[in-house]
């Protein structure tokens, strides 16, 4: 089963909800696509790691060839082509690799090059495999760091937990592509329904199943739970504000492992969504 945890915005509790969901568990696989931010390696601090880069297809344009017609710049919906000097030029940061530029060019005059966006690292702590999409800085698109990460996890066949990016736009379209289901994760606060209701939608409209983590919690949130209502979504688990988990949180601690009854409620949530601890 693979479980996608997000939340709409950073700073929200996902990465605390994937970790702790998954050494719930005892045995996973944690897939952290936050591949700007990767940081739930700082909680598993796992071992043997290893690292291949990942790469995407930049076009290189061959000055012999172009005779200057401009498909391949009309062409570009990523604006990352620009005509100067009697020859195309890419901007490599904006290239999403489609390859388009090179199946409308009637010269046959672009090629391309491997370019290095960021690494897949992998490593094991107890029984979780632990999988980091690392996007390198000054990257526009994170999406082939995390096709690559969910690649390399996925294949596992485990119970797999996915860390997805914050927001709602095309990487965490790609990284909630393949769950079976969406754990949400949110503050009870206008910003955080806000964005939580956004990611909501798009899990809907993907077709995924739902449910709601409603971190620190200190009273319940009238809008939050009428929206909750409204809109069928149902809460799994509160968690409510403890100045120990942050505590923890900060030494880079798995909070299930030195408190009993939140991992009591980690497993039943599991077990609620349809997975199995160990
Ligand atoms: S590969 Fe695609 S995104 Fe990149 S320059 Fe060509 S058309 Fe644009
Ligand atoms: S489509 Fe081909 S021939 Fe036309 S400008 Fe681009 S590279 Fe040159």
Redesign the pocket.
Known sequence: MTVAVLSGKGGAGKTFAAVNLAAAAGKAVYIDCDVEEPNGRLFWQPRGVTERPVTTALPV?DPE?????????DFCRFNALV?VKK??MVFPEVCHACGG?AL????G??GEQHRKVGVVEEGNRDQIHVVTGVLRTGEVSAVPVIRAALSAGLSRGDLTIIDCPPGSGCPVMESVREADYCLLVTEPTAFGLHNMAMVHQLCRLLGKPCGLLINREEAPYAPLEDYCAREGLPILLRIPYRRQLAQWGAEGAVAVRRDEALKAEFTRLLREIGGTAV
């Open positions: 344009f060839k172009c005779v200057g017609c401009r498909s391949c710049v005509y020859a195309p530029c409308v060019c009637p010269q005059a672009v």
